[in-house]
Nanobody
Framework: EVQLVESGGGLVQAGGSLRLSCAAS????????IGWFRQVPGKERDWVSC????????YYAGSMKGRFTISSDNAKDTVYLQMNNLQPEDTGVYYC???????????????????WGQGTQVTVSS
């Protein structure tokens, strides 16, 4: 059984930081691109960042560059998203997804992803 389990969300003030984790099981980690998406009520999931654990390639949506850092610990099959200088517009439910054989994962939408976690809420107050 494939499982992606997110953790690390919470409530922070603007300018604060959070680190999200996505622990994967039931998949061969190296065969997947792992992405983070944000969703707010009534809207689609927007791509935030992704990583190809097989070679460590990382990609970011434009507004996240310089503030967010994605990384992976392949020994733990876990991907992290370090989010700094958070702003109210970063608020939403953050989901991690796994896309089979997607290594150049920049900008691919949610339909390309095969598996999803349950999401973790991030709320940034002004």
């Amino acid at each position: 059984e494939v499982q992606l389990v997110e953790s690390g969300g919470g409530l922070v003030q603007a300018g604060g930081s959070l680190r999200l984790s996505c622990a994967a099981s039931g998949i061969d980690f190296d065969d997947y691109g792992i992405g983070w998406f944000r969703q707010v009520p009534g809207k689609e999931r927007d791509w935030v960042s992704c990583i190809a654990p097989v070679d460590g390639s990382t990609y970011y949506a434009g507004s996240m560059k310089g503030r967010f850092t994605i990384s992976s610990d392949n020994a733990k099959d876990t991907v992290y998203l370090q989010m700094n200088n958070l702003q109210p517009e970063d608020t939403g439910v953050y989901y991690c997804g796994a896309a089979y054989m997607l290594f150049y994962c920049s900008g691919y939408g949610s339909t390309r992803y095969n598996y999803w976690g349950q999401g973790t809420q991030v709320t940034v107050s002004s």
